[in-house]
């Protein structure tokens, strides 16, 4: 079978059965923009066709003016379902078709989105919702509390089986009971009148507006969902986009003419799955934004470079990073897992590999979010410590075969890759076997914690540092991908939940962020530096890391 045919099989999967089982990682890993490889974990369905064709969305009222096509270069969905949604593939594509309550823009602030506006009340538990008597289905049909409730209770249906829907509304009274199938209705969730919906949570939390702005809470129409299993092939859309096409060479967004939100002048936006390197595609004039690599970062940087001046850079919310399996040998000796971070040198992978599109982490979460300790520094490298380390751990005699798990199909292992196993050699004289998996299998396999190490990222779903710390180390995550238990780090990050002192609550997670470090379940690598070429024609582009729905803040000039 040929890696195009698996490749559509792959999205037939999703797009016909709508399940998943998880990143982002980031993030999850969700990463705005730059697309990355997505995942899949479905029961066997019919192949996405050549190609699928969404009728034209029949707008409100003409648009105030015509804004051309982007062209981006991307990469295929596995899903286009918000309630599964764990990839940040995926995620570029589903924060423009859908919609929730609220959502984050470009300076990572929450706004109103489908709700114009909220109450919280009830000593910071009971979240009100007013939604705009505007809000529409690409339809045009009126969005009501009842979708925005079906939706949730969708998301956490047993049935649907959502590997992420509870690590972000699981705050909602009720909603473990309903997802363990404990209970019929979520009790938290109160649908006042048509345009009125009220949320209620277990305790006052700092965060939980922000997780209403990741998709697991977007809303789809009940009508088409509930009635059609192929709805993805041409779904009714809650967001200022459209699926107009997509095969397994491109996709193509059109412009929501019912989108009651924010202003969009695209008329089109079209993503190129293929067609050769987006450096060469983007001089070439075939896409109009691009990421640079580490490979190219050097003449871009240089001024006399006429790219220079379309160059784009920001901090990234994001961590690059080892993962151990803290319950299988030999890692579940602390002391091995030390060693290892305290051989691994991030400056050298930073300047070398990365080439300054990356920072050194000493911790876990990153420079653009405001808990981080920038005087902290981590299990600093020191590979004669980390030597004498390794000699006092109860595997120093008897090491097992150790097997170094990354994400891809290429055969060859990336600059990265290469390093740290350079540096594991020379420093600590371990010998690792590497494997390279296919990304859906990858992730399926990271869920069921099958791997011994693994090389990962996270990027921030919002950015608050309960998604790093609590979301990946609290031992009853079901982010938590290395078995990592830790009581103390568990009492800190709970005390943090309730926390509304903004001071406060950054002595706990730092204080966290430091017994876990020192515990050592990830090796924290790196922190990434966005750099993006926009062309000159493109107005209102940003570098973010936000996830948000960027394409509403573009225009094209002629």
Same mark, same amino acid.
């Not at 050549?50 to 990469?75: D, K």
């Not at 390197?277 to 001024?303: F, N, W």
């Not at 991030?346 to 080439?355: D, T």
């Not at 998604?467 to 991908?481: I, K, M, T, V, Y």
């Given at each position: 079978?040929?890696?195009?045919?698996?490749?559509?099989?792959?999205?037939?999967?999703?797009?016909?059965? &709508?399940?998943?089982?998880?990143?982002?990682?980031?993030?999850?890993?969700?990463?705005?923009?730059?697309?990355?490889?997505?995942?899949? =974990?479905?029961?066997?369905?019919?192949?996405?066709?050549?190609?699928?064709?969404?009728?034209?969305?029949?707008?409100?009222?003409?648009?105030?003016?015509?804004?051309?096509? =982007?062209?981006?270069? &991307?990469?295929?969905?596995?899903?286009?379902?918000?309630?599964?949604?764990?990839?940040?593939?995926?995620?570029?594509?589903?924060?423009?078709?859908?919609? &929730? =309550?609220?959502?984050? %823009?470009?300076?990572?602030?929450?706004?109103?989105?489908?709700?114009?506006?909220?109450?919280?009340?009830?000593?910071?538990?009971?979240?009100?919702?007013?939604?705009?008597?505007?809000?529409?289905?690409?339809?045009?049909?009126?969005?009501?509390?009842?979708?925005?409730?079906?939706?949730?209770?969708?998301?956490?249906?047993?049935?649907?089986?959502?590997?992420?829907?509870?690590?972000?509304?699981?705050?909602?009274?009720?909603?473990?009971?309903?997802?363990?199938?404990?209970?019929?209705?979520?009790? &938290?969730?109160?649908?006042?009148?048509?345009?009125?919906?009220?949320?209620?949570?277990?305790?006052?939390?700092?965060?939980?507006?922000?997780?209403?702005?990741?998709?697991?809470?977007?809303?789809?129409?009940?009508?088409?969902?509930?009635?059609?299993?192929?709805?993805? =092939?041409?779904?009714?859309?809650?967001?200022?986009?459209?699926?107009?096409?997509?095969?397994?060479?491109?996709?193509?967004?059109?412009? %929501?003419?019912?989108?009651?939100?924010?202003?969009?002048?695209?008329?089109?936006?079209?993503?190129?799955?293929?067609?050769?390197?987006?450096?060469?595609?983007?001089?070439?004039?075939?896409?109009?934004?691009?990421?640079?690599?580490?490979?190219?970062?050097?003449?871009?940087?240089?001024?006399?470079?006429?790219?220079?001046?379309?160059?784009?850079?920001?901090?990234?919310?994001?961590?690059?990073?080892?993962?151990?399996?803290?319950?299988?040998?030999?890692?579940?000796?602390?002391?091995?897992?030390?060693?290892?971070?305290?051989?691994?040198?991030?400056?050298?992978?930073?300047?070398?590999?990365?080439?300054?599109?990356?920072?050194?982490?000493?911790?876990?979460?990153?420079?653009?979010?405001?808990?981080?300790?920038?005087?902290?520094?981590?299990?600093?490298?020191?590979?004669?410590?980390?030597?004498?380390?390794?000699?006092?751990?109860?595997?120093?005699?008897?090491?097992?075969?150790?097997?170094?798990?990354?994400?891809?199909?290429?055969?060859?292992?990336?600059?990265?890759?290469?390093?740290?196993?350079?540096?594991?050699?020379?420093?600590?004289?371990?010998?690792?076997?590497?494997?390279?998996?296919?990304?859906?299998?990858?992730?399926?396999?990271?869920?069921?914690?099958?791997?011994?190490?693994?090389?990962?990222?996270?990027?921030?779903?919002?950015?608050?540092?309960? %998604?790093?710390?609590?979301?990946?180390?609290?031992?009853?995550?079901?982010? %938590?991908?290395?078995?990592?238990?830790?009581?103390?780090?568990?009492?800190?990050?709970?005390?943090?939940?309730?926390?509304?002192?903004?001071?406060?609550?950054?002595?706990?997670?730092?204080?966290?962020?430091?017994?876990?470090?020192?515990?050592?379940?990830?090796?924290?690598?790196?922190?990434?530096?966005?750099?993006?070429?926009?062309?000159?024609?493109?107005?209102?582009?940003?570098?973010?890391?936000?996830?948000?729905?960027?394409?509403?803040?573009?225009?094209?000039?002629?």
């Amino acid at each position: 079978m040929s890696k195009q045919t698996i490749i559509l099989l792959i999205l037939g999967v999703l797009l016909l059965c &709508g399940l998943l089982t998880l990143c982002v990682a980031g993030a999850a890993a969700l990463f705005v923009l730059r697309p990355s490889p997505g995942i899949e =974990l479905g029961e066997p369905a019919t192949a996405l066709p050549p190609s699928v064709t969404s009728p034209e969305p029949g707008p409100a009222q003409p648009p105030a003016s015509s804004g051309g096509t =982007l062209t981006l270069f &991307g990469g295929l969905p596995p899903t286009l379902d918000p309630a599964v949604v764990q990839d940040s593939t995926s995620a570029e594509y589903v924060v423009h078709l859908f919609s &929730g =309550l609220v959502a984050l %823009n470009g300076e990572a602030e929450i706004v109103p989105d489908l709700a114009r506006d909220w109450d919280v009340t009830d000593g910071g538990t009971t979240y009100t919702f007013y939604l705009s008597p505007d809000a529409r289905f690409s339809d045009g049909q009126q969005i009501t509390a009842d979708d925005v409730a079906y939706s949730i209770e969708r998301a956490l249906s047993p049935t649907l089986g959502s590997p992420v829907a509870m690590s972000y509304l699981d705050d909602i009274v009720g909603a473990r009971d309903f997802a363990l199938g404990q209970a019929d209705r979520v009790e &938290g969730i109160q649908i006042v009148d048509d345009q009125t919906i009220r949320l209620v949570i277990d305790a006052p939390k700092a965060y939980f507006l922000a997780k209403l702005t990741y998709p697991t809470s977007y809303v789809v129409d009940r009508r088409q969902v509930s009635s059609s299993p192929s709805w993805m =092939l041409s779904p009714v859309c809650s967001g200022p986009f459209v699926l107009r096409e997509i095969d397994q060479d491109h996709l193509v967004l059109a412009r %929501n003419g019912h989108y009651a939100g924010r202003s969009v002048s695209l008329d089109t936006v079209t993503y190129l799955f293929s067609g050769g390197d987006p450096m060469t595609m983007y001089e070439s004039d075939e896409i109009d934004i691009v990421s640079v690599t580490p490979y190219e970062i050097e003449r871009i940087l240089d001024p006399r470079n006429p790219l220079h001046d379309q160059l784009h850079t920001a901090p990234e919310a994001s961590v690059r990073y080892m993962g151990f399996n803290t319950k299988a040998p030999p890692f579940d000796d602390p002391i091995v897992r030390q060693a290892i971070a305290m051989a691994i040198d991030k400056e050298r992978l930073a300047e070398l590999v990365y080439r300054g599109t990356a920072v050194p982490a000493r911790g876990i979460l990153p420079p653009a979010l405001p808990d981080h300790d920038p005087s902290y520094q981590g299990l600093s490298f020191d590979p004669v410590a980390a030597r004498q380390l390794l000699a006092t751990s109860r595997y120093a005699n008897a090491m097992p075969e150790l097997v170094l798990s990354t994400a891809g199909s290429s055969a060859h292992l990336s600059a990265e890759e290469r390093a740290i196993l350079s540096m594991l050699e020379e420093n600590l004289g371990l010998e690792i076997r590497v494997e390279q998996i296919e990304w859906a299998d990858f992730l399926e396999d990271l869920n069921q914690e099958k791997f011994q190490i693994y090389l990962s990222g996270w990027i921030a779903d919002f950015p608050d540092s309960q %998604n790093f710390l609590d979301l990946l180390f609290h031992s009853a995550s079901g982010q %938590n991908r290395g078995g990592y238990a830790n009581p103390q780090v568990d009492a800190l990050l709970e005390a943090a939940r309730g926390e509304m002192d903004a001071e406060r609550r950054t002595e706990l997670y730092r204080e966290a962020e430091r017994l876990i470090i020192e515990d050592a379940p990830w090796v924290p690598l790196t922190h990434s530096i966005s750099h993006t070429l926009a062309k000159p024609h493109v107005q209102g582009y940003g570098s973010s890391s936000a996830m948000y729905a960027w394409l509403c803040d573009i225009s094209l000039t002629p």
